[in-house]
Structure formats: structure tokens, C-alpha cells
């Protein structure tokens, strides 16, 4: 399978900022879009941002003007970088990402893959 690990969480105070990055590792022929998610508690999970393998980005309102999406193609890696942090924006973030890899170590089969990494805790708070 393809694996995604997050980093870059943590606490800040409202205003400041923070960048996360997920790197996506395994036998990867390809990954179209990349995305973060985001779930406080006791509320659903909700897409912040995604970019497609083409570079077209979409935001949720909330975070329209003060996060950026972007992404690395040579390094599997997707970014959020976060600006003028809300308190309303605590929560765990994940990132998620889908395409196809090989699914055997010879590389002579693909099939398409959909994975999440484990979340990383991002708090406002002053």
C-alpha cells in the first residue's frame, strides 16, 4: 500500500502560524489529487484544501486567504502552510491522498489507492 506520514502540527497562539507537510512513500506510479482534512471534536471531518496533480487548488471558506496548498511531485509531498491562525481552527488534521501504485515488487501490476495519514493535533489557543 502507500503510506502518508504527517508532521508539523502543534500549539500556537491566535494569529501566529504553522506549516504541515505529509510525505506519501510505497510503490507510487502515480497520485493525482492530494488534500488535507480537518476534525475537531464532536464535529465531522471536513476537506480544508486539496490540489489536484496539475497544480488547481480548492479551500473551504473558512480557511480562503490564509492557508496555502502546495505540492512537490518529485517528492510525494503535500504542504498546508496555515497563517493568521483561529482558535476555530484547532483540530486534527489529516492528509489524504489517491492514485495508483504497484501492487507487487516485480511493478507489473497497478491498482488505484485512497489512504490517510494518522492525523497530526494542531491547537490555537492563547
Known amino acids: 500500500q502507500v503510506q502518508l506520514v504527517e508532521s508539523g502540527g502543534g500549539l500556537v497562539q491566535p494569529g501566529e502560524s504553522l506549516r504541515l507537510s505529509c510525505a506519501a512513500s510505497g510503490r507510487i506510479f502515480s497520485i493525482n489529487a492530494m488534500g488535507w482534512y480537518r476534525q475537531a471534536p464532536g464535529k465531522q471531518r471536513e476537506l480544508v484544501a486539496s490540489?489536484?496533480?496539475?497544480?488547481?487548488?480548492n479551500y473551504a471558506d473558512s480557511v480562503k486567504g490564509r492557508f496555502t496548498i502546495s505540492r512537490d511531485n518529485a517528492k510525494n509531498t503535500v504542504y498546508l502552510q496555515m497563517n493568521s491562525l483561529k482558535p476555530e481552527d484547532t483540530a486534527v488534521y489529516y492528509c489524504?491522498?489517491?492514485?495508483?501504485?504497484?501492487?507487487?515488487?516485480?511493478?507489473?501490476?497497478?491498482?488505484?489507492?485512497?489512504?490517510w495519514g494518522q492525523g497530526t493535533q494542531v491547537t490555537v489557543s492563547s
Open positions: 489524504n491522498a489517491g492514485g495508483r501504485y504497484y501492487y507487487n515488487v516485480y511493478h507489473t501490476g497497478l491498482t488505484d489507492f485512497d489512504s
Open positions: 490540489v489536484t496533480s496539475g497544480g488547481s487548488t
